[in-house]
């Protein structure tokens, strides 16, 4: 099945830095979505980007359908951009998302 | 705009015992799904309703799981004789279907089972 990687890992951040995640995946997908897990849980939706780049205030989301990557930016962090952020994929064989194992984010004061 | 609700947010049960959780997607959403997170790692799908027809389940759903959408509107989710392994988060998600579009899914609070 589809392989969805998430790098890096762990990161941890100062307040008012910049960052970047990234997924890769290994099969061609019609859906992409980037998520947030707060620390209560919640998953909230950020991005729905198959292909292109959006923006949303401080966050923005690159996807490069073609080469199986998709990068999102968080600039000027806050301590509240804290949690884990996740990728997800949808094939077109399927409607089921697959979730990469996420980015665990601390922000520092 | 209501979300996605479920209930109860919170589950703590003996081992062998049943339970039960309910999922209200957004009202126009007709697509449902069921998916659930343990511990350190991302949700895993575990089965998918278009109206009120089950469509898709993973092989993560064991015989002890079961899944319905009797009206299409709301879902419950029911596992029977719990195991340890049940402990999870149990997440739903709905989506609108559109022909020739996709869209996005949005997902409850989710449900945090506990199995003592």
């Known amino acids: 099945g589809i392989q969805v990687e998430q790098s890096p890992p762990d990161l941890i951040l100062q307040e008012g830095a910049n960052s970047t995640l990234r997924c890769n995946f290994s099969?061609?997908?019609?859906?992409l979505q980037w998520f947030h897990q707060n620390p209560w849980g919640q998953l909230i939706n950020l991005f729905y980007?198959?292909?292109g780049t959006k923006q949303n205030g401080r966050l923005s989301a690159t996807t490069v359908a073609t080469e199986r990557y998709s990068l999102l930016y968080i600039s000027s962090s806050q301590t509240t951009d804290s949690g884990v952020y996740f990728c997800?994929?949808?094939?077109?064989?399927?409607?089921?998302?697959?979730f990469g194992s996420g980015t665990r984010l601390l922000v520092r004061p | 705009d209501t979300g996605v609700s479920q209930n109860p947010r919170h589950k703590i049960t003996k081992r062998g015992q049943n339970v039960t959780f309910r999922c209200d997607p957004i009202?126009?959403?007709?697509?449902l799904y069921w998916y659930r997170q343990t511990l350190g790692q991302g949700p895993e799908f575990l089965t998918y309703?278009?109206?009120?027809?089950?469509?898709?389940k993973s092989r993560l759903l064991s015989d002890r799981f079961s899944a319905e959408r009797p009206k299409g509107s709301f879902s419950t989710l029911e596992i029977q004789r719990t195991e340890q392994g049940d402990s999870a988060m149990y997440l739903c998600?709905?989506?609108?279907?559109?022909?020739?579009?996709?869209?996005?899914?949005?997902f409850g609070d989710g449900t945090r089972l506990s199995i003592l």
């Open positions: 309703f278009q109206n009120e027809a089950q469509l898709e």
């Open positions: 980007i198959p292909s």
């Open positions: 998600a709905s989506s609108f279907a559109v022909v020739g579009s996709n869209q996005p899914q949005h």
């Open positions: 099969d061609s997908v019609n859906n």
């Open positions: 009202s126009e959403h007709n697509r």
């Open positions: 997800a994929v949808r094939m077109d064989s399927s409607y089921k998302l697959i």
